[in-house]
């Protein structure tokens, strides 16, 4: 293996319900929602990269109302030097979906917990599809 994730953590986390008529709309209109996703990284030294993988979920009705968001980041230790397109797969396809699972478990934890009974996001992201499709923009 050329990696190894050393840590993992929720950076950051957003999730609104501002009052009854949001919970009540957002309920009626979850299902309309879209995931997307933003994945960001920084060098932290030599050997160890920061990835900061995003997750939105954005009304397909008002694109600007995003009432939830997760940042997983999570640290990854490279053993050796690799070329950049080896990095670029494993910071945008191989770490995403690694950790996908664990921000999809924690954003059904908290919708659930908050009421919500159909929640229903996608079990898999083909993360290799999406970089692919950016690569080819």
Do not use: H, W
């Not at 050796?80 to 699972?101: A, D, F, N, R």
């Not at 009974?117 to 080819?136: C, G, H, R, T």
């Amino acid at each position: 293996m050329t990696y190894k994730i050393v840590s993992k953590y929720i950076k950051d986390l957003s999730f609104e319900i501002s009052g009854a008529k949001t919970y009540f709309l957002l309920q009626k209109d979850i299902k309309d929602f879209l995931v997307n996703f933003d994945i960001q990284s920084k060098k932290i030294n030599q050997n160890v990269v920061e990835i900061d993988t995003t997750l939105y979920l954005v009304s397909k009705k008002d694109s600007k109302m995003s009432p939830i968001s997760i940042c997983f980041s999570t640290l990854v230790n490279f053993e050796k030097k690799l070329e950049k397109s080896q990095m670029e797969e494993i910071i945008l396809v191989e770490v995403p979906k690694t950790v996908y699972p664990e921000i999809r478990s924690t954003l059904i934890f908290l919708f659930e917990k908050s009421g919500f009974k159909e929640v229903n996001l996608q079990k898999e992201i083909d993360f290799k599809k999406l970089y692919l499709s950016k690569k080819s923009q």
